[in-house]
């Protein structure tokens, strides 16, 4: 499947987030980290407001980095929300849907005091698992 961009540009917020995501959680690389913050973003119904990106100095990364052995599949889920959003079927569309969910991805991952361990950030993020102060 045709991936929505070739790059994937992130910017200067989005930048910091990671920043401090992996200084917190001790995940290494980025991508896996913006993946994390694409589906945590797609599992909200309402459709994220549209970021463009800048030329503020952010990250770039390939579309085979960011998505790497799920490059079809994460093609497919961003078509489809891009879809479920009510976006036209163009490539710029697409690639409008992908930075929007990445962007509104980050700042969940980055918000509050829950992600200041790898365990932490796990039990919120990918298990649904409700932290000690019994919020979920």
């Not at 980025?30 to 459709?47: D, P, T």
């Not at 980095?65 to 879809?83: H, K, N, P, T, Y």
Request: glycine content about 6%; aromatic content about 6%.
């Amino acid at each position: 499947m045709k991936p929505p961009v070739e790059t994937v540009r992130i910017n200067k917020k989005g930048r910091d987030i990671l920043l401090k995501l992996k200084r917190h959680t001790g995940i290494e690389n980025w991508n896996v980290l913006c993946r994390w913050a694409l589906l945590v973003s797609l599992r909200e119904a309402k459709r994220p407001p549209l970021v463009k990106y800048n030329a503020d100095p952010g990250i770039e990364m390939s579309w085979k980095i960011f998505a790497g052995e799920q490059s079809d599949s994460i093609a497919a889920l961003v078509m489809q929300r891009a879809i479920a959003d009510e976006l036209n079927d163009t490539a710029e569309d697409r690639a409008d849907c992908l930075r929007a969910h990445v962007a509104r991805g980050l700042e969940y991952l980055g918000s509050g005091n829950e992600t200041r361990s790898i365990a932490s950030f796990l039990n919120r993020w990918a298990l649904g698992i409700s932290d000690s102060k019994g919020e979920s």
